[in-house]
């Protein structure tokens, strides 16, 4: 999971890891608090249990543990609550609502930033990175018909069992319906989608089109399962490509696999 990892989710990972000194100093500034005291407050119980989450909740983030979100949720919690009681008993501030505001805005901020970050990229942002199917990377050319029946021809370049990342130059609609048609290693699939995240800029990731499918038939079903079974044979011994293969490049390396009579170590399933 950790390619999933953003630049922000390291930022905030290395800011909790460093945790005790930041928060006792941001709070000490903002809060107005004693330098005397901050040393009581950096040896008392329900700090150290705030670092201790702090640390952990930072250690999942940098390693993208499932578990990572729910355990930053409860730091955010009870850093709110250890704000909370410096303020109410430590903060000699003249504007305690205020500053107490700002820490709760604060707080919210960081929360709602590093939430968007968990969401899978190029496709289905809607969705956190663990919940995700597989998506297996290759380039190979689609048939795109729109509901007015305009044709567009684009390119793939991550499909899983539920969807793909289109690359298109051409600007859609979110939500909109499509119909799909490729084909890849002898297998044509057909399928109707939806557009459900637009990639408007080229900065970060290619402009395309993230399209969830709908309602597959068992044939075409069985199709797509077969194309992702080879894409897995393949991905399971170069999962450290960065780049595209085309169709003959993954062929290519498909036959080298199976003239070698390696194990890929991935599940039978029978296609008759």
Not at 102 to 119: A, E, M, N, Q, W
């Amino acid at each position: 999971m950790k390619q999933y990892r953003t630049k922000i989710l390291k930022s905030v990972a290395i800011l909790l890891f460093s945790f005790p000194l930041v928060y006792i100093t941001w709070a000490a500034a903002l809060f107005d608090i004693p330098i005397n005291t901050c040393f009581k407050i950096l040896l008392s119980p329900t700090f150290f249990i705030v670092s201790i989450s702090a640390l952990f909740s930072g250690y999942g983030l940098w390693e993208m543990r499932r578990w990572s979100w729910y355990l930053f949720l409860m730091t955010q919690f009870l850093i709110l609550y250890e704000s909370t009681s410096l303020i109410l008993y430590f903060s000699e501030s003249h504007h305690k609502l205020l500053v107490y505001l700002i820490s709760i805005f604060t707080i919210g901020l960081l929360t709602y930033r590093v939430s968007k970050d968990i969401r899978v990229p190029y496709f289905f942002p809607k969705i956190r990175w663990w919940e995700s199917n597989p998506r297996y990377r290759f380039s190979i050319p689609v048939t795109l018909t729109r509901k007015s029946g305009e044709i567009q021809v684009a390119e793939i370049l991550d499909l899983s069992m539920t969807g793909c990342f289109v690359k298109l130059r051409n600007d859609l609609i979110q939500d909109e319906n499509l119909s799909l048609k490729f084909r890849a290693f002898g297998y044509e699939i057909q399928s109707h989608g939806t557009a459900v995240w637009l990639a408007q800029t080229a900065v970060t990731h290619p402009k395309g089109i993230g399209i969830k499918f709908g309602l597959i038939s068992k044939s075409q079903k069985r199709l797509l399962r077969a194309l992702c079974r080879k894409l897995r044979k393949i991905s399971s011994f170069y999962k450290r490509s960065r780049y595209l293969m085309s169709q003959e490049e993954f062929l290519k390396k498909l036959e080298e696999i199976e003239l070698q009579g390696i194990d890929p170590k991935v599940n039978s399933y029978n296609y008759k």
